[in-house]
């Protein structure tokens, strides 16, 4: 069998992320045609996406501040939005935690949804090497984030240079949800992730009658609970 090489481990990230940036090209456009609406001058848009790079908290941003919201529920709001993201750290820590702490930040700034659906499938595969070879599986993780990072600023900047170009009825706000529901597909397929997913589907429904859209705040904190307390109970199990 022959063993996987850096090279090869981070090309095979940037092949298996490649697909997803059918959703995450529209998406990207919708930020940087939002962000010029709100005002953001469009090289601080730009930058956000280099530094921040996080879609979902991007846009939402954005919007609030277009709304005329303030600093504190801009902050609080984003924050909340992206709590999602101790989940995925608390799933791929026992990946990664041999790693050099330089590698270990990079990814920690890769590690975005769409990054972390894919990277995490590699390391559950079957196919891991064995113990007295060496593991180049986070060169996979970094291809895959590398991918989206490239993706996200391509799209930033053509919804920044064309964004009052493009027509109204193409209608691009499709892609937003269309991407989290792929996500979706693939992060069912772990068990924490089937735990989140149920928890927070529940909460949604339960807490559908709380005003200022605080019933999905409530679903995001119970699914991420639910999907920590799943990933704990599995790393006691083993």
Known sequence: MRLPSRLGEFLAGCRDESPL??????????????ALAAGVPAWIAQLASAVVFAGAAQLVIVQMLAAGAGFV??????????LRHMLYSASMAE???HLPRRWRLLL???????????????????????????????????????????????????????????????????????????????????RAGQAAAVVAGAGALLFAA??????????????????????HRLERAR
């Open 21 to 34: 940036l059918l959703g995450v090209a529209p998406f990207g456009m919708i930020y940087g045609i939002a």
């Open 108 to 190: 920690a700034y890769v590690l975005t949804d769409e990054a972390y659906a894919v990277a995490v499938l590699r390391y559950q595969r079957r196919d891991a090497p064995p113990a007295d070879a060496p593991d180049y599986r986070h060169w996979y993780f970094l291809g895959a984030g590398f991918t989206l990072w490239v993706g996200w600023q391509l799209s930033t900047a053509v919804g920044l240079v064309f964004g009052a170009t493009i027509p109204p009825e193409w209608e691009l706000d499709f892609a937003v949800p269309l991407t989290f529901i792929a996500l979706l597909t693939l992060l069912l397929r772990e």
């Open 210 to 231: 709380l005003p200022y859209k605080l019933g999905l705040v409530a679903a995001i904190l119970l699914g991420l609970v639910a999907g920590a307390w799943t990933v």
């Open 95 to 97: 990946y990664v935690r």
């Open 73 to 82: 529920p801009i902050a609080l709001t984003s924050g909340l939005l992206n």
